[in-house]
């Protein structure tokens, strides 16, 4: 069976089969590794001698692909398993699958936006415009939030809480659900911009609309945040440097709380994250906390000052070392 046998049989099962089919396929033939593989949607599964995988004969590696590492560590370990706990005849081969080394790439720096940015961001909105009313009550909502885009752009009028003290409902990953408090003026914008859409904050009704009146969509709130900060990096230089996205005003957010001393374990509840370990990586983005403990740390060599000219008198010291 060919490569491209395969990607027409994977084109050709729905979705929702996929997952139900794995079961049903045959862990003798090699080439099902491909196939399956495929189905995932692996970015890389194409073994260089697939013989020499069924046989246990030679070396074999899989051929990188740039940013393949997480569907790697993920996918094909879970499918070497499951296929091990089916096939006890042939775990030295799956057993060798499983140790292939995954390259090692570099992790880019995340990108953050800093408190001042987002007042830069939206500083430059014009707000006579809906859209600029709009764009202006989205981003605060997201800095306030610190929510995916995905929660922003899903957000109904009905899981508003308006009334003092203001809060929403966010709907996140694996259905969880979270309830984040809102500042009194971040609540005034939502209630303005309500009232200005003629929705009533008891509806199941998307608060966030594009042009054509539909859900806004998180390609259009990339779209939003890119042009905005367009027009504020002409005032603020050091928006031109960054490449902002979305999620770049959820790590601005929890940096401002971070320094603002809130401690991690209500930020990782803020944000929705199942496992603090995922919030410490805050710590590390935090360079104006790293800067001061630069500052309250005695530097090696101090710039000016020159020891004292009697450590060099010989004489001196002699004299001094006998009392």
Request: aromatic share 6%; glycine share 6%.
């Amino acid at each position: 069976m060919g490569e491209d046998q395969f990607d027409h049989r994977a084109a050709s099962i729905p979705a929702g089969r996929k997952a139900k089919m794995l079961p049903d396929l045959d862990c003798q033939n090699p080439s099902t590794w491909l196939w399956t593989l495929k189905l995932l949607k692996a970015p890389v599964v194409l073994p260089e001698r697939p013989q020499a995988v069924e046989a246990g004969q030679g070396d074999f590696h899989l051929r990188p692909v740039p940013d393949a590492r997480p569907f790697l560590e993920r996918n094909l370990s879970l499918l070497t398993r499951w296929v091990r706990s089916r096939e006890h005849s042939r775990v030295h081969s799956r057993e060798r699958i499983l140790s292939i080394p995954i390259k090692q790439t570099e992790t880019p720096e995340v990108q953050h936006i800093e408190f001042a940015e987002m007042k830069a961001v939206l500083g430059a909105i014009q707000r006579s415009t809906l859209d600029g009313r709009r764009d202006f009550a989205l981003l605060t909502l997201m800095f306030n939030t610190g929510a995916r885009v995905s929660e922003i752009v899903g957000l109904q009028a009905a899981d508003l809480r308006l009334t003092t003290p203001a809060s929403l409902l966010l709907r996140g990953k694996g259905k969880k659900q979270r309830v984040c408090s809102l500042w009194p003026e971040t609540a005034g914008l939502m209630r303005d911009l309500l009232e200005e859409q003629g929705i009533q904050p008891d509806q199941p009704r998307a608060v966030f609309h594009n042009h054509w009146g539909g859900q806004l969509t998180r390609f259009g709130v990339r779209l939003i945040l890119r042009k905005r900060v367009a027009q504020a990096a002409k005032s603020s230089p050091s928006l031109k440097r960054k490449r902002l996205h979305p999620h770049s005003i959820r790590h601005g957010s929890a940096i401002y709380l971070l320094r603002s001393g809130v401690d991690l374990s209500t930020i990782a509840h803020w944000l929705g994250h199942a496992n603090i370990n995922t919030t410490h990586r805050y710590l590390a983005m935090d360079l104006e906390a790293q800067r001061q403990a630069v500052q309250q740390a005695k530097p090696l060599v101090q710039k000016g000052r020159k020891s004292a000219a009697w450590r060099h008198d010989t004489n001196l010291i002699a004299w001094l070392e006998q009392l």
